[in-house]
């Protein structure tokens, strides 16, 4: 499986799935989809070439690289056709973390206490259909060799 499949399949188990039932973007007035112009999420190995011609966003690069791969980020101007939203934002406020055994485990993304009111209430206030969808969409990324380093890479970084 090319990293792009599994990160077009990954996408697609979460196109009509969000934390919610509801439009979880009503609790706090969609924050998370208001960056500047410097603020955006990582994309995925291989996603960056889904937004070549975007009419919403740029992908511009980090300087690093997570995993082998070069990071890049998807800075929005707020506003996108859901069904093109990248699979980070898909995922949010969920994060793969590694135990030492190495075992993934599904947790809350720390970063997104700053703008996600869910984060208080934790796993249990998400739609469970929502976060199996989540996980499944992880299990799909780590069945690829590039996907699977980007994913240690990144829970590497982001580990306080």
């Keep these: 499986m090319s990293e792009t499949h599994a990160v077009l399949a990954a996408r697609e188990l979460l196109e009509s799935l969000t934390p919610l039932k509801t439009d979880c973007g009503r609790l706090c007035q969609g924050a998370c989809c208001q960056g500047d112009e410097a603020t955006g999420m990582l994309l995925f190995p291989g996603e960056e070439a889904l937004y070549a011609d975007c009419t919403f966003a740029r992908v511009v690069p980090t300087g690093f690289s997570l995993g082998g791969t070069p990071a890049q980020l998807l800075v929005c101007d707020g506003r996108c056709d859901r069904k093109n939203r990248p699979l980070a934002c898909r995922l ?3 994060f793969l973390k590694f135990r030492e055994d190495q075992t993934p485990v599904l947790r809350m993304d720390a970063r997104a206490r700053a703008v996600c ?8 206030a998400l739609d469970p259909e929502f976060k199996q969808a989540a996980r499944r969409a992880y299990d799909l990324l780590l069945e690829d060799k590039v996907c699977a380093a980007y994913l240690r890479a990144l829970d590497e970084a982001f580990t306080l």
Excluded at 117 to 124: I, N, R, S, V
């Design 117 to 124: 009111p869910l984060t208080d209430y934790g796993m249990k």
């Design 92 to 94: 949010f406020p969920l």
